[in-house]
């Protein structure tokens, strides 16, 4: 055998030996990636555990809120129906009792005059007010009816204010009148509902005196 034939045959068995052990080598770096694998496995798992450990004190505190939550949800819902029942009897009072007594205190604004006897210049606008008192009064409802009188009795009529509705004490107020030069009397009237008798502000009580 020649000495070239002899480094052939060297250069050959060496390149089988290289194939015969790769598959092993390949397999080493296999085995060490999937020991990799287990770890980060193991690590997460580990991680997953405390965390949920760490939950549990929350977990109790929302489960403890929940509770309280649904406590205050059906004490709210008795106190709802308590107070409903109530406005039931209240109503059934009210509709019950006799009507009452109800009185009706007025004051006149003009330009800068106001109460219940002024003195305006000829081209100002006068308008009355009204207030509600009686033992019903906070839940008086139906109208006031306004009036101006050219007599001191209330019989001759010389315009009216407007009616307007009332909701318990508050009345609004009646229109703004622009009236000729003399003297008039204002007078207001409520017409009752079933709580409040019918009233009406006193007659001469509210003058108002209109200058040339």
């Not at 106190?79 to 009185?103: F, H, K, N, S």
């Not at 839940?139 to 007599?151: M, Q």
């Not at 209330?154 to 009332?166: A, E, F, M, P, Y």
Request: hydrophobic share 40%; proline share 5%.
């Amino acid at each position: 055998m020649t000495e070239t034939q002899l480094v052939d045959e060297r250069n050959e068995l060496g390149m089988k030996r290289a194939a015969l052990f790769a598959p092993q080598t390949d397999l080493v770096t296999l085995e060490g990636a999937l020991a990799n694998e287990r770890v980060r496995l193991v690590g997460l798992r580990t991680a997953r555990a405390a965390t949920m450990r760490a939950l549990r004190p929350l977990q109790r505190t929302l489960s403890l809120l929940m509770a309280r939550r649904a406590a205050l949800m059906a004490r709210l819902e008795l106190l709802q129906q308590a107070v409903v029942r109530r406005q039931a009897e209240i109503t059934t009072i009210e509709v019950e009792c006799e009507p009452g007594p109800i009185r009706l205190t007025t004051s006149l604004t003009g330009g800068a005059a106001t109460g219940g006897k002024i003195t305006v210049p000829h081209g100002t606008a006068v308008s009355d007010s009204a207030k509600l008192t009686g033992p019903f009064a906070t839940i008086a409802t139906g109208t006031v009816s306004y009036s101006v009188y050219s007599d001191k009795s209330c019989t001759k009529l010389t315009t009216t204010g407007g009616t307007v509705i009332v909701t318990g004490r508050a009345v609004p107020t009646s229109n703004a009148e622009m009236l000729t030069p003399g003297t008039y009397f204002w007078q207001a009237s409520y017409g009752g509902d079933r709580a409040n008798l019918p009233a009406k502000s006193v007659c001469g009580t509210e003058v108002e005196t209109v200058s040339p």
